[in-house]
């Protein structure tokens, strides 16, 4: 099978599906994420694969600082501490250490999927919280098996929690987790998942 390279796959309609949910308020992102998601004065929230950016405009104040990044140009006005990046999430890096790092139904799109995860933890701040909604059963061998569990204990081994029920990655910080896993690629062929849209499968040969 023939794999998908970052450029390729960022122009592809699975990436581009303009009936995935880009809207999510707030409530949903709590919904989403399993937290309040309490905003501490000087709280630096960076937010990968934002979409719309409606949950953050519904949580910008002058106090906080927030950054949406995502491959489309589609998100509300940006206003006093709220700022978006458009660019894709493999590529970008904040400029400094940051307190919360969320990915919402946003990795299911992304090719390195497990590189994104050990950046995103490296640059939280000192207790800064990474969350992210993650289908472990899109993280695939050559072979087309999923990791499954081999994925979930290597995570755990590498200071990652992972909700298997509620599919959720999180991570404290600080830390510069590694896990045991080389890219090779994607495939946006591989059909809907949990969410009931086409998702993208990621290929990795173990270390
Ligand atoms: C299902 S939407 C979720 C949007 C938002 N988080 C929400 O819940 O409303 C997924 C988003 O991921 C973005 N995306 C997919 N791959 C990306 C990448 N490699 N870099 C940046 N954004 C990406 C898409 O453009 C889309 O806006």
Redesign the pocket.
């Known amino acids: 099978m023939s794999l998908l390279d ?1 450029e390729t ?2 122009s592809s309609s699975v ?2 599906n303009c009936d ?5 308020g707030l409530a ?2 709590r919904r ?1 994420l399993g937290g309040d998601l309490a905003l501490e004065p000087g709280t630096r929230w960076v ?6 950016g ?2 953050l405009a519904e949580a910008a104040r002058d106090d906080v600082t927030i950054t949406g ?4 140009d ?1 998100h509300v006005p940006a206003r006093d501490g709220l700022s978006f990046v458009v ?4 590529r ?1 890096e904040p400029a400094g250490p940051v307190d919360l790092v969320t ?4 990795l ?4 390195d999927k497990l590189g994104l995860l050990v950046r995103a933890a490296s640059w939280l701040a000192p207790g800064g919280q990474l969350v992210a909604n993650f289908d472990v059963s899109g993280v695939r061998r050559a072979d087309h098996s999923p990791f499954g569990r081999v994925l979930t204990k290597a995570l755990r081994d590498n200071g990652f929690s992972y909700d298997t029920r509620k599919r959720l990655v999180s991570f404290e910080g600080p830390g510069r987790p590694r896990l045991p896993f080389a890219y090779s690629g994607a495939d946006d062929r591989a059909g809907p998942n949990y ?1 009931g ?1 086409p998702a993208v499968h990621s290929y990795y040969e173990p270390l």
Not at 47 to 52: I, P, R, T
Not at 87 to 90: E, F, Q
């Open positions: 970052d796959l960022w990436v581009a995935m949910n880009r809207e999510r949903g992102y989403e937010d990968l694969c934002c979409g719309s409606k949950a990044v995502d491959l489309v589609h660019a894709p999430v493999d970008w990915c919402v139904h946003g299911h799109y992304v090719g969410t849209q």
